[in-house]
């Protein structure tokens, strides 16, 4: 590095530039400047070929390196000094003239500290600092510093020094100089230095990077231009620090984290060989840990521009196992990031989906939320970002077991329903995509919480149809909607107006309670009306103690009250409700309680009761689009309705709104709209509009002359040949809206019981339903001409006679349009007797004795009146389930209730037994809505018990959804009622026992007190019924129950008091509850609150000289109950027998014209319950094909006949009764077995003990009865099901019993 001459020229004398004096420590400042400026201004001309000059000016150089000016205190001579040493660098570049590794290092750290003046670029000396770091970037002046041994620490200094000097007024030239400096000391180095690189990477941690923004993205770009060879560098640092856990090894190792991210952000290649360091952490034992390396790649895999998913597949499967992790924070982390992946990366949503399907069941409330809130925000910005798997578990979360989740859920379905199907802001197809989540809002109104219920209210007022939205257009959104909603949507739909419809009535009840004078009566009707208001609002608890205050504030403040009688008020419009809320509101608001929990409840209240959406206006815009369907000028296509569902739809929601808002119809052009639909060729059309009339019209006659003219006829002409339905609303709108009914109903009664013929019963079935119900109306015109006709017609003529023969197609129920006329006229006859008597409500006459023996004998006849086998199996059930309907109609009138005998009662329960299974599903729900109306007598109740028998088991589990609600309405309206105490007998759900043990004892498969497959059955239906009223010991009632049965056991069986076997099996069930109960509770053995009122019709009364404290039931029966012994008999016994069916004694009744006199005279009773009994059957899961195909059942009069039996199922399935029809396999004709004419079956379909053993001898069982499994050649069979039942004694079986007959192959 030495020049020949230094030496020489360092002893010499220094020669300066011409013009230059000397430079000495004499002069003053001002004179070492103005030198130095000339001596720049001459190395600054000079170039590198100038070998003369630079030698000339050697020992000027090395002068110029000495310590007067190196450490000079003014900073124009550094300054200068800097600059000279630059060029001076420059000039001799590549050999420095200073050979001294330590005069260098003063060189180079001196010149580093001038670079500080850069910072202020508004300096008069700024040009020469720009100039100095241009002169050192472009020669790069620093590679020197590579042989000196601590080089680092100049380069450090260097480093800082520019990051702290860079802002926002440097231009680009002098970014691109610092980066031009610095980027050749990283690449044309050995290596960067940890603490070289912590200089670097420091400004990247948020800290700094929010102190200065300028140094953040000087580093960025420093580290991308030399990625090459820092990475390596990089990875050491995150080895040391990660992997080995050598936090020492710099000052930024608890921002390794945050630097990944930042690093990442400027260029992934940086951390190439990082990542798989971060897989290896996120399997760390520590929570904490993990928790902060999943924040970090959730980061990096959901930046907007990552490509790290794809291009890292290991870490990225490693990480969405974080999902599962135990840690709850770290799942949590991991959900809160699939919302910036769906976003930024829809591509990766497939992967998202079944790791967010199990977080959306995590156990974690919090989890759970926000997998749904994570959904819904990607759905916001974008549909397509979420499939329908994603919105799928939003869907389920609706019906979470917390309130937030369900909360959220619900709120995030409407706002993607408002954005895109209400204001279709991505098109139609979007908006089909989420058409489903309309019918499953609306379908949460049937949960029970009332939380929900007002959720649903609020999400439809605000999200489905805004109630800001202008009346036409709010209109339009309802018309619409209405029409696209499923049933059970409509049907929540409809509950929810009847609901605030109700509630708008009770709060009218309070006001009109608070105009009456102060009295014990009158604070006690409050009380109830209250509770009753209480129970429609959210936290009942505190919901009790806010309306009594409001309440008080109604009571003394007479301009609130009148407010809320003009909210209320039935001609209340939707504006005129926002301006009372608005005032009601107003008034309540304290302004020194900003947080007022009985201000909010009372908004609750306004909510619910204020008519945001249905006024007189609102009714007319409906009309008005209605009519435009009709003319079809709608835009109903484009709404993705037909104009056909629009009118019935429209028709079916002005229907609706007429039972709620009766008052807003009355208008000339909405009656005369109606009247258009009357006259429509579509029936719904015309019953609804008729519907409408009926529940809106009161005022026509006085106030719309021109419409009552109009409308007379029409209805005339429906009642007379309308179809059924629009015959019943014509009759009860003509006795609803005109003062003259009875002239009126005259009108019509005269003519049509004129033209009654049962020889044309599609002409009958109008004018029945239109002469019962005009009977049921008008008793007192109507009741004697009704009588000659029931004697007469109905009677004799038409139930009496089968004039045509069913269809043999076989099955057990057939569709309506499939059900004769003549089937469908006697149904209408039985509904015009059922109708008739419910009008006279009494019976003076003895018709309803006569009546109900007529609906017994059908019962026991099983449909089958004549008994001349002309009408089919399905018919007969028809008539089976209009006779059980009928008697438990007539039960609900007290008059009729208390001559129903025991038998009576019993006949019509085991209607639920029926072997049809449509017919117990549609008498199960006809019993569970008039008892929860509490219309029917509690001991129809009891009927529910014999459910436990059902072998489907959806129709047991509906059932017992029906049990417990009518206890709930039963137990809640005795709290709501204090009147109700008097009568608990009749009410209290306990009070139920009795009638289900004696129901019991009269069960016809209750034969033998001793077999314990009966005794199971017993213990099974008891238990059906006691499981639900022993849920909760109110009261202490288990003791209560316990001492009912024992007393029950102390008397005898009123039906049958001095039958020895009939009180034997009183006490065996008797005995069978009391194990029931004991066994199921612990606390039934505490004294009885109450002294049990056993009925009279029922059980005898008490002898005092009779104690029964006998056991009726044996220890080996009380075992088998307690432990469920298995049955003696392997169901492999019993595939292939035929089954055998005990008889019943035959219903006594010689001709049918001798059951017609009975029926208006006095005749004996009809033979107990107990002489029916039911098919046998299986145990089945769901309503299947051949639910209802015929199964005759014959009794095998031996061995031969039962192995006959069993070959001909093989071959061909079931044996027609016709030979012709028995073909075999190979086409040729199946020889019929002869067997003896059985007794008439039993009706009804099995308990579940029977049909767990067996299978019917016929292929086209009901529903719940198990088959023979088919034979291998022929498994097309329609007729049969495959058996699943142990295979190898099967085999043998059958071999043994038919050796010619193919082995049946039921492994297959």
């Known amino acids: 590095m030495e020049f020949p001459q230094q030496q020489k020229a360092a002893e010499g004398k220094i020669t300066y530039p011409p013009g230059v004096k000397e430079i000495t420590d004499k002069i003053s400042n001002d004179e070492v400047v103005k030198r130095l400026k000339m001596v720049v201004k001459t190395f600054m001309d000079m170039d590198q070929d100038s070998e003369e000059e630079k030698q000339q000016y050697l020992a000027l150089a090395l002068h110029l390196a000495s310590e007067f000016f190196l450490r000079n205190p003014n900073k124009d001579v550094r300054l200068l000094v800097a600059c000279c040493l630059a060029d001076i660098f420059r000039i001799y570049a590549p050999e420095a003239p200073y050979t001294s590794h330590d005069k260098l290092k003063d060189i180079f750290l001196f010149i580093t500290r001038q670079l500080k003046g850069l910072e202020d670029t508004k300096s008069p000396q700024f040009n020469r600092y720009f100039y100095l770091l241009e002169n050192l970037a472009w020669v790069k002046s620093y590679n020197i510093c590579f042989e000196l041994e601590d080089c680092n620490e100049i380069f450090i200094q260097l480093f800082k020094t520019l990051f702290s000097v860079i802002n926002t007024s440097h231009n680009q030239k002098v970014q691109m100089h610092m980066l031009d400096l610095m980027s050749s000391i990283i690449t044309e180095g050995d290596g960067v230095t940890q603490e070289l690189l912590d200089t670097i990477l420091i400004n990247l941690i948020p800290a700094h990077k929010n102190l200065n923004k300028q140094a953040y993205d000087l580093a960025k770009v420093l580290l991308k231009r030399t990625v090459q060879t820092i990475e390596t560098c990089i990875a050491n640092f995150f080895n040391q620090v990660l992997v080995l856990g050598k936090s020492s090894v710099s000052d930024l190792s608890e921002h390794v984290f945050d630097l990944i991210q930042e690093l990442f952000a400027t260029d992934p290649l940086l951390l190439l060989s990082v990542m798989p360091q971060l897989e290896f952490k996120l399997k760390s034992n520590d929570g904490e840990e993990r928790l902060a390396v999943v924040r970090l790649l959730a980061k990096l895999f959901g930046a907007r521009d990552s490509e790290l998913a794809n291009q890292n597949r290991p870490l990225w499967q490693c990480f969405l196992g974080r999902f599962n992790d135990i840690h709850v924070p770290v799942r949590l982390e991991c959900v809160k990031f699939a919302s910036h992946c769906l976003m930024n990366h829809p591509d990766l949503a497939k992967d998202l989906t079944d790791y967010l399907k199990v977080r959306s069941h995590d156990p974690e409330e919090a989890i759970r939320h926000d997998v749904i809130v994570t959904i819904i925000n990607a759905g916001k910005k974008d549909l397509n970002l979420v499939n329908d798997q994603l919105l799928g578990f939003v869907r389920e979360r609706t019906l979470d077991k917390r309130w937030r989740v369900r909360k959220e859920a619900m709120m995030g379905l409407a706002q993607l329903f408002k954005k895109y199907c209400l204001h279709h802001e991505a098109g139609k197809e979007s908006a089909q995509k989420i058409s489903w989540i309309k ?651 109450k002294d049990p009122v056993l009925p009279t019709k029922f059980f005898t009364p008490p002898d005092k000289d009779f104690v029964n404290d006998k056991e009726f039931l044996s220890m080996e029966a009380r075992t088998m109950l307690l432990t469920g012994k298995p049955k003696a008999s392997p169901v492999l016994a019993t595939v292939n027998k035929p089954l055998t069916v005990a008889g019943r004694r035959p219903y006594t009744k010689s001709t049918a014209s001798e059951s017609s006199v009975s029926l208006s005279g006095h005749s004996e009773s009809i033979s107990p319950a107990g002489n029916r009994t039911r098919v046998a059957g299986a145990e089945a899961t769901g309503p299947g094909a051949s639910e209802n195909e015929e199964n005759p059942v014959s009794k095998e009069s031996s061995s031969e006949t039962g192995q006959a039996s069993v070959k001909k199922r093989g071959a061909g399935g079931t044996q027609s009764p016709h030979p012709e029809n028995n073909v075999g396999p190979d086409g040729a004709t199946a020889p019929v077995t002869p067997t003896p004419v059985p007794t008439k079956p039993r009706r009804g379909r099995p308990p579940k003990s029977l049909s767990a053993g067996g299978a019917t001898s016929a292929g086209g069982a009901g529903r719940g009865r198990k088959r023979a499994a088919p034979t291998p050649d022929n498994t097309g069979s329609p007729t049969v099901e495959p058996i699943t039942i142990k295979i190898p004694k099967q085999q043998e079986a059958d071999g043994k019993r038919a050796m010619t007959q193919r082995q049946m192959d039921l492994q297959r």
Request: glycine share 2%; proline share 5%.
């Open 439 to 1089: 019918d499953k809002l609306l379908h949460i109104y049937y949960q029970n919480s009332i939380d929900d219920k007002l959720l649903v209210e609020k999400i439809f007022a605000q999200y489905m149809v805004p109630h800001s939205l202008e009346t036409e257009e709010k209109m339009k959104c309802l018309y619409y909607l209405y029409a696209c909603l499923d049933p059970n949507a409509v049907k929540a739909l409809n509950e929810m107006w009847k609901c605030q419809n109700m509630l708008r009535s009770v709060v009218r009840e309070l006001l009109d309670l608070h105009k009456l004078p102060l009295s014990e009566a009158n604070t006690a009707a409050m009380f109830g009306k209250l509770l009753t208001i209480t129970k429609n609002l959210p936290d009942p608890g505190k919901a009790q103690d806010f309306m009594k205050k409001f309440n008080q504030v109604l009571g003394e403040d007479e301009k609130l009250r009148s407010l809320l009688e003009q909210l209320i008020s039935p001609t209340c419009s939707c504006k005129q409700a926002e301006v009372c809320v608005r005032e009601i509101t107003r008034k309540l608001t304290f302004p020194k309680q900003p947080a007022n929990p009985f201000l909010e409840m009372v908004k609750f209240l306004l909510e619910r009761i204020a008519p945001v959406h249905i006024d007189s206006e609102a009714i007319s815009a409906l009309v008005k689009l209605l009519n435009r369907s009709i003319e079809g000028t709608a835009d109903d296509d484009d709404e993705g309705v037909t104009p056909d569902t629009a009118i019935r739809s429209g028709l079916e929601l002005l229907k609706v709104l007429s039972f709620t808002h009766p008052t807003s119809f009355h208008s000339a052009e909405t009656y005369e709209s109606l009247l258009q639909c009357l006259k429509m060729e579509d029936d719904k059309v015309a019953e609804a509009a008729i519907q409408i009339f009926r529940n809106t019209g009161q005022k026509i006659e006085a106030e719309l002359p021109h419409i009552r003219s109009t409308l007379i006829p029409i209805l005339h002409h429906k009642a007379k040949r309308g179809t059924p339905h629009q015959a019943k609303q014509a009759v009860h709108c003509i006795h609803a809206i005109f003062h003259n009914k009875e002239v009126q109903l005259a009108q019509i009664f005269e003519p049509l019981s004129r033209s009654l013929n049962a020889d044309v019963p599609e002409q009958l079935i109008t004018p029945l339903v239109s002469l019962g119900h005009i009977s049921m109306l008008a008793p007192d015109q109507f009741a004697s001409p009704m009588k000659s006709i029931v004697a007469n017609f109905i009677v004799k003529d038409l139930l009496m006679n089968d004039r045509s023969i069913g269809n043999k197609v076989g099955k057990l129920w057939s569709s309506d349009e499939e059900v004769s006329p003549e089937v469908l006229a006697k149904v209408q006859a039985i509904k015009l007797l059922v109708r008739w008597l419910l009008g006279m409500k009494n019976n003076q006459s003895k018709s309803a004795n006569s009546t109900l023996r007529l609906l017994s004998a059908m019962l026991v006849s099983e449909g089958d009146l004549t008994e001349q086998k002309k009408i089919s199996k399905s018919d007969m059930s028809r008539l089976r389930l209009a006779a059980g309907g009928a008697i438990m109609k007539l039960a609900q009138e007290p008059c009729y209730h208390d001559i129903i005998t025991p038998e009576q009662f019993q006949l019509c329960g085991l209607v639920i037994n029926d072997e049809c299974y449509q017919v117990r599903q549609i008498f199960a729900q006809k019993l569970h809505m008039a008892l929860a109306k509490l219309v029917l007598p509690l001991e129809y109740m009891a009927v529910f018990a014999l459910c436990a028998k059902d072998p489907v088991k959806e129709r047991r589990a509906h059932a017992r959804q029906c049990l417990l609600k009518n206890i709930s309405v039963r137990r809640e309206y005795i709290k709501q009622n204090p009147v109700a105490h008097e009568k608990l007998p009749s009410l209290l759900p306990e009070y139920v026992v009795p009638y289900m043990i004696h129901l019991l004892v009269h069960d016809p498969d209750f034969t033998k007190p001793q077999d314990f497959d009966q005794l199971r059955d017993l213990k099974e239906c008891l238990w059906f019924m006691l499981e639900v009223l022993m849920t909760k010991n109110e009261n202490n009632s288990h003791a209560f129950l316990r001492k009912m049965v024992e007393n029950i056991k102390q008397t005898k069986d009123a039906q049958a008091p001095d039958d020895p076997k009939a009180n034997e099996k009183l006490y065996v069930v008797c005995d069978v509850a009391l194990f029931v109960i004991v066994n199921k509770s612990t606390s039934c053995h505490l004294d009885s609150p």
